[in-house]
Antibody, heavy 119, light 106 residues
Framework: QEQLVQSGPEVRKPGASVNISCTAS????????VHWVRQAPGQGLEWVGL????????TFAQKFQGRFSMTREPSTSTVHLELRTLRSEDTAVYFC????????????WGQGTLVTVSS | DIQMTQSPSSLSASVGDRITMTCRAS??????VNWYQQKPGKAPKLLIF???NLQSGVPSRFSGSGSGTDFTLTIDSLEPEDFATYFC??????????FGQGTKLE
């Protein structure tokens, strides 16, 4: 069974950037779509973006376009999510998830990374 | 963007009960709905994909149905470990793939 391990908690000031990672135990993400989903404290789930394994292109929800980016390191089976120009409302747990079906929910999830944005 | 509306927002039940919760899409989404279970401090767990397909390893007391805009998640004979928050998500055609606001089962 695939396991996803995410990097540890991060604290940043408003306007700063942060890079969080998601590493797969078995697959290299070469055939899996990698999703990012975030959850603000006490709130529901919010879909952030998706990486296409075939061309490594990334698609983000419109509110994150231009501020968030995603890259993949094939050699380490790791996907990175970079968040720039952080705002207090970006404070959330960020989950990565993966699956082979483009239009199906991902079955494999990381444990989550808490990003706290505070002055 | 397609909006997903779940109801009720919270649901009280007891062990052994049969419960149903619903999810309504703002536009036609065929059968591209997924259901997740989330417990406090944990990642979501995929239960159902494509409206009615049980994810491997998920108990058969969970079932999903619906197509078009209206979908349901049913749990037959609740077990203690089923008390959690449930989210629906649409994955129709192309992103963004939006979630409902959740139903808390307590």
């Amino acid at each position: 069974q695939e396991q996803l391990v995410q990097s540890g908690p991060e604290v940043r000031k408003p306007g700063a950037s942060v890079n969080i990672s998601c590493t797969a135990s078995r697959d290299t993400f070469s055939n899996s779509y990698v999703h990012w989903v975030r959850q603000a404290p006490g709130q529901g789930l919010e879909w952030v973006g998706l990486m296409n394994p075939h061309d490594r292109s990334a698609t983000f929800a419109q509110k994150f376009q231009g501020r968030f980016s995603m890259t993949r390191e094939p050699s380490t089976s790791t996907v990175h999510l970079e968040l720039r120009t952080l705002r207090s409302e970006d404070t959330a747990v960020y989950f990565c998830a993966s699956g082979i079906g483009y239009n199906y929910g991902p079955p494999y999830w990381g444990q989550g990374t808490l990003v706290t944005v505070s002055s | 963007d397609i909006q997903m509306t779940q109801s009720p927002s919270s649901l009280s039940a007891s062990v052994g009960d049969r419960i149903t919760m619903t999810c309504r899409a703002s536009h036609f989404i065929s059968a591209y709905v997924n259901w997740y279970q989330q417990k406090p401090g944990k990642a979501p767990k995929l239960l159902i994909f494509a409206a009615s397909n049980l994810q491997s390893g998920v108990p058969s007391r969970f079932s999903g149905s619906g197509s078009g805009t209206d979908f349901t998640l049913t749990i037959d004979s609740l077990e203690p470990e089923d008390f959690a928050t449930y989210f629906c998500q649409q994955t129709y055609i192309s992103p963004p793939w939006t979630f409902g606001q959740g139903t808390k089962l307590e």
